[in-house]
């Protein structure tokens, strides 16, 4: 099915609303910022089927996932709280060694319900697929779903999904799936010009670039910054970060083409997806594409994700549509928050009889959300260990309009002003300090950490392997 065939499908079909609670496809784009997203003003053509679907539907321009990584985003997304309510984050005060087999994060508080068992208590039947291990059913994020199944690969993945939407039954569907082809590794793609021309560089790679060079498993070179430098056990984003590795612009600028070239086949597996939705029957339904978290390619001195507060990894694409539902083709300019999407669709369900505070239905009907856009960040010791800097504190993010307090919990509070500066490079607060201060305290008494569960899992031989290779484990 074509781009503009699926757009037909989706914007096309209206009337009266179905005499069942719809089905629900939730796709995760696992890593994605949304500046590199070409329909989100992006310069290269990476994402097509994100666009189709956001001419059927509406799209989000000012996302904030509310963690910079996979765990606490994704359990924000399943319960509509975020990270220092329900739990699942990184445990600063605990260092996990190689021998151990416990991880330092904590759990999902098991009191929370979760979207996946609130509609399957309302007849639902629900299934997960995906490619982050971070989701295997035993580390506890995909508790609700009757089938929750983690795979080597996008192509297996979108292959379950696709299973799943031939299974008869009579039941609506929530189908969740997460694909990770944007997640490093970043791999050169033959196909893809801007990557392509990369080959000869990998092949013969220079003294910066060589420890980060990998095989994948089909022959593809690719680029790793989770791989360690020389002997030091330090990774090289982190050896980069502490100064300990020179990675030139013209470096970074390849991390760069590679990542936007992971994208264009992301977008690929998106429309085989979302192909099959529209083929099983299912074009008036829902469907909301959105990302966890995003990426650094240098802002801050920093690669890839995790511990920090910045809009190049919080900033986040979300496409929401349903015909017949809401209306197609808008683009909203209205702050909103990853975890929005909770309440929005059990709003869409059925499932709540109120409009919920936070649901992305006020502001497509005219009404802003209240309230500031807020995320929070925990150290890693061993990260701060190895690389210092910025990883050596945890941060709050308080946003009022477009001001934005960063907080460390022991350095001084930064302040950025979005409408000059969005991917937030210039502090501001030595100009206003008044205003910092006011807004540093404000942040700190509304984002108040829990207690922690104190809840470490105990993870078996395969499952650690496989955190190590995404660069969860050192």
């Known amino acids: 099915m074509t781009m503009l ?22 796709v995760v784009l696992d890593t994605v910022r949304a500046d ?5 003003g992006h310069s290269r053509d990476n994402s097509r089927q994100l666009a189709a679907l956001a001419q059927a539907g509406v799209l989000f321009e000012d996302v904030t996932a509310p963690g910079a990584w996979t765990w606490p985003s994704h359990a924000s997304l399943f319960t509509g709280l975020p990270p220092w309510q329900h739990g699942a ?29 609130q509609l399957a208590a309302a007849g639902y039947r629900t299934e997960a697929h995906a490619t982050n291990d971070l989701l295997a059913p035993e580390l506890g994020l995909t508790r609700g779903f009757a089938v929750a199944k983690t795979y080597d690969n996008d192509v297996e993945t979108v292959a379950a999904a696709r299973a799943a939407l031939q299974v008869d039954d009579p039941r609506p569907l929530l189908l969740f ?43 593809a070179l690719s680029v790793d910054p989770d791989q360690h430098v020389g002997e030091t056990g330090v990774r090289a984003d982190m050896a980069w970060h502490a100064g300990q590795l020179d990675i ?14 992971d994208l264009v086949g992301l977008d690929l597996g998106l429309k085989e997806l979302l192909d099959a939705w529209i083929g099983s029957g299912r074009s008036r339904e829902v469907v909301a594409v959105t990302s966890d978290h995003g990426e650094y390619f240098g802002e801050h001195r920093l690669l890839q994700h995790c511990c920090t507060t910045y809009t190049p990894v919080l900033g986040v694409p979300l496409v929401l549509a ?34 919920p505070a936070r649901s992305l239905l006020r502001p497509i009907e005219g009404e802003p959300l209240a309230g500031p856009i807020q995320a929070r960040a925990w150290r890693s010791v061993r990260w701060a260990q190895q690389a210092g800097g910025l990883y050596t504190d945890s941060y709050r993010y308080h946003r009022e309009g477009e001001r934005v307090v960063v907080v460390p919990d022991a350095g001084v509070p930064q302040l950025y002003d979005l409408s000059a500066d969005p991917m937030m490079l210039q502090d501001i607060a030595p100009q206003h300090p008044e205003e ?39």
């Open 89 to 117: 984050h990184q445990n600063p005060e605990v260092l996990i060694t190689a021998s151990e087999t416990a991880w330092s994060k904590d759990k999902l508080d098991p009191e929370l319900p979760t979207l996946a068992e």
């Open 36 to 40: 590199h997203l070409a329909v989100y």
């Open 5 to 26: 065939t699926l757009l037909a499908a989706l914007a096309g079909c209206s009337g009266s609303e179905p005499p069942r609670p719809p089905d629900i496809l939730l």
């Open 248 to 261: 030139p612009e013209e470096g970074l600028a390849l991390l760069r083409d590679l990542y936007d070239s």
């Open 177 to 219: 799936v997460n694909l990770l082809n944007a997640h490093a590794p970043y791999t050169v793609a033959e196909k893809i010009p801007f990557a392509a021309q990369h080959q000869a560089t990998l092949e013969a790679p220079p003294a910066w670039l060589a420890p980060m060079v990998r095989t994948e498993s089909e022959g």
């Open 436 to 474: 910092a201060a006011a807004m540093a305290e404000r942040a700190r008494a509304s984002i108040v950490d829990r207690e922690s569960t104190g809840m470490l899992m105990a993870l078996d031989d395969e499952t650690i392997q496989k955190l190590r290779e995404m660069g969860y484990i050192d």
């Open 322 to 355: 349903a015909p017949g539902r809401i209306p197609a083709g808008l683009r909203l300019s209205d702050p909103v928050q990853l975890q929005d999407l909770h309440p929005t669709l059990l709003e869409l369900a059925g499932v709540v009889t109120e409009r």
